[in-house]
């Protein structure tokens, strides 16, 4: 959500009580709304409220004073002047922006989409002007009024809308940055954690402890997978020789061998002569001393 600029450098033409929200577009294709900020300081008498463009927005008008910009119902409304983009994405962005102000200002007021109106509509109705803005900035783009004014509804409908100042802005960070938990403030927490991170880089890569825990890794995983044991494994081949498999494969070979002892895979056997049939214990029981006597050889 956008923040709205309170930068206040246009007097207006006395006391206002608003009512309506005008929605202007500027017929200016390119200039910012830093720009109509800066002619409006200079005691332009046609500024208007608020002024937005594909980045920015900034109110330059207090919402009591009065704006010539609607003709004949200047007295009833709150102006927004939508600043007039050149290709598509500033567009897109500066109608995303427009909408937002709008949300702002009618939310702030109590107020909802019945009483915002293009300028077109205070030309039809009050008279004094002639002017049919936004509707041919918008149709350029391929947007229309109900676009902005269904995107406004969506904004709205979000909540917790509010626009800040700068210097709230500032206000708000030095707070939470200063914000104390058991005595210590987030910023010394971050810096310690900072700190901390660069200690254990430090160790690691000054010290050459990284090499040295890199290289326990790989001689466990040599360990594991590749290294065999001098006298063999147990292990035979399909012609009966004996052939020397890795640490693993000796572990699976065994596990395989041990539960092929037991032809019942479900349950126990009902009726197996003695000493054939194992347990699931026994089997685990077989397989700890395996694994030993695998350790002891490796």
């Known amino acids: 959500m956008v923040a709205i600029?309170?930068?206040?450098?246009?007097p207006g033409h006395g006391h206002l009580a608003p009512f309506l929200l005008a929605v202007h577009s500027t017929a200016n294709p390119g200039a910012t709304a830093r720009n109509h900020r800066d002619l409006w300081s200079r005691g332009y008498d046609y500024a208007v409220h608020l002024t937005s463009d594909w980045t920015e927005a900034i109110q330059c008008v207090e919402y009591d004073r009065l704006c010539w910009q609607?003709?004949?119902?200047n007295s009833t409304c709150i102006g927004i002047e939508i600043c007039e983009a050149t290709n598509a994405a500033d567009f897109q962005r500066g109608f995303e922006i427009a909408a937002q102000v709008c949300a702002q200002v009618l939310i702030q007021r109590g107020w909802n989409t019945s009483v915002m109106h293009p300028h077109l509509w205070f030309s039809q109705n009050y008279g004094g002007?002639?002017?049919?803005?936004p509707f041919p900035y918008f149709?350029?783009?391929?947007?229309?009024?109900?676009?902005?004014?269904?995107?406004t509804q969506q904004y709205i409908n979000g909540g917790g809308i509010m626009a800040i100042s700068d210097s709230d802005a500032r206000k708000i960070a030095k707070f939470v940055w200063e914000y104390g938990v058991h005595g210590?403030?987030?910023?010394?927490?971050?810096?310690?954690?900072?700190?901390?991170?660069?200690?254990?880089n430090g160790m690691l890569t000054k010290n050459n402890e990284w090499k040295w825990l890199t290289n326990r890794v790989y001689r466990l995983a040599d360990l594991f997978f590749n290294?065999?044991?001098?006298?063999?494994?147990?292990?035979?081949?399909?012609?009966?020789?004996?052939?020397?498999?890795n640490l693993y494969d000796r572990i699976v070979w065994c596990d395989k061998r041990l539960r092929e002892l037991n032809p019942y895979k479900t349950g126990e056997p009902k009726s197996l002569p003695v000493g054939v049939a194992l347990t699931n214990e026994q089997m685990d029981k077989l397989a700890t001393i395996v694994v030993a006597k695998l350790k002891e050889t490796a």
């Open 184 to 200: 210590v403030q987030a910023r010394d927490r971050l810096r310690g954690i900072d700190t901390a991170a660069n200690n254990v």
């Open 70 to 73: 609607v003709g004949n119902g």
């Open 129 to 133: 002007s002639d002017h049919v803005d």
């Open 139 to 151: 149709a350029r783009f391929g947007r229309t009024w109900d676009d902005f004014v269904r995107l």
């Open 227 to 245: 290294r065999t044991d001098a006298a063999g494994s147990g292990m035979v081949d399909d012609n009966g020789k004996e052939v020397k498999r």
């Open 5 to 10: 600029k309170r930068e206040i450098v246009n």
